[in-house]
């Protein structure tokens, strides 16, 4: 099967057309370049709130049957912040690593890394992973983690993604 990967701006600007998103293409940019395997993208930019982005992630995970996720914005600490809500509100298992090593990538990039609760989790063949707003943050973020996301998917049974080892290693133990 072809792994399918839904990429999420969360943001109220670039929803209502503000600014224009520069997070999807960053995720996306950062995916062209990485996964050698075929894939295919499922994109949306919707604004923060805890029902959109719960179904947006429901409907991702479940009818568009996507392998990975991944969001970006509303992870901070602001009243309309709630992306990690939403997430822990739908994945069934969380994987606390994944937001320990970006934070702690992110704090050699600015201390306010901090203010990121970004978490990440699965459900059911998906794969969830929140990412900060700031676009760049993204490839930081995504750098590194990904070296485990392909065994991941392996784990829960989705579908198989192989990348560049120039880019970033993916990580699969001996068996
Ligand atoms: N999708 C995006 N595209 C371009 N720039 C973004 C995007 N998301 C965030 N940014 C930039 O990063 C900054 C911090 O992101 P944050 O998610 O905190 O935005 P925000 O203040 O909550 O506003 P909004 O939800 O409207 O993006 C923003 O002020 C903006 O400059
Ligand atoms: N790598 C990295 N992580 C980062 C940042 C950044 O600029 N780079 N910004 C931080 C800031 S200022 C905030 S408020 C939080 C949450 O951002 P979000 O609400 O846009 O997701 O992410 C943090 N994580």
Do not use: H
């Not at 943001?11 to 050698?36: M, N």
């Amino acid at each position: 099967m072809i792994a399918r990967i839904g990429i999420v701006t969360v943001s109220d600007r670039a929803a209502k057309g503000l600014y224009e998103d520069e997070g999807g293409p960053a995720i996306a940019g950062f995916l062209d370049e990485t996964i050698v395997s075929s894939w295919q993208r499922v994109v949306r930019i919707i604004p923060d709130g805890f029902e959109g982005v719960r179904d947006t992630l429901i409907d991702l995970a479940d009818r568009e049957r996507c392998d990975l996720i991944l969001t970006t914005g509303g992870t901070g600490p602001a009243p309309r912040d709630v992306t990690p809500e939403a997430t822990a509100a739908v994945i069934v298992k969380e994987l606390p690593g994944f937001g320990e090593l970006m934070r702690r990538k992110s704090l050699e990039q600015v201390p306010t890394a901090i203010l990121s609760r970004q978490i990440a989790g699965t459900r059911g063949t998906s794969l969830i992973i929140n990412l900060p707003g700031r676009p760049a943050s993204i490839r930081l973020c995504l750098m590194a983690v990904f070296p485990a996301v392909p065994y991941c998917l392996d784990l829960i049974g989705a579908s198989r993604i192989d990348t560049d080892p120039a880019v970033c290693a993916a990580f699969r133990p001996a068996v």
